[in-house]
């Protein structure tokens, strides 16, 4: 079963970049449509963005125009790249196989990464 892993987490003031890698052990990601999803303290788990096999993409509305999501095939990761943050971008970030906007429609999530945007 493949495992994914986030990296790329950290600190950022506003108004600041980011960019989120997730990557896969044991299997390619490159035909499997993947997701990033976003939990705050306190709050459920929200849809980010997600990429399918045939790279189309889907953004939540909250940060659409901010951040991009893509794939490098050389490095078998997909990418999020998350520009102009705000506070309320601040939370766990977490990647998961699947394709859709519910949670339920994801699986083999990783452990998240950190993302504070703060000053």
């Known amino acids: 079963q493949v495992q994914l892993v986030e990296s790329g987490g950290g600190l950022v003031q506003p108004g600041g970049s980011l960019r989120l890698s997730c990557a896969a052990s044991?299997?390619?990601?490159?035909?499997?449509?993947v997701g990033w999803f976003r939990q705050a303290p306190g709050k459920e788990r929200e849809f980010v963005s997600a990429i399918n096999w045939n790279g189309n993409t889907n953004y939540a509305d909250s940060v659409k125009g901010r951040f991009t999501i893509s794939r490098d095939y050389a490095k078998n990761t997909v990418s999020l790249q998350m520009n102009d943050l705000k506070p309320e971008d601040t939370a766990i970030y977490y990647c998961?196989?699947?394709?859709?906007?519910?949670?339920?429609?994801?699986?083999?999530w990783g452990q998240g990464t950190q993302v504070t945007v703060s000053s």
């Open positions: 998961a196989k699947g394709w859709g906007r519910a949670a339920a429609d994801f699986d083999s």
């Open positions: 044991g299997r390619t990601l490159s035909s499997s449509p």
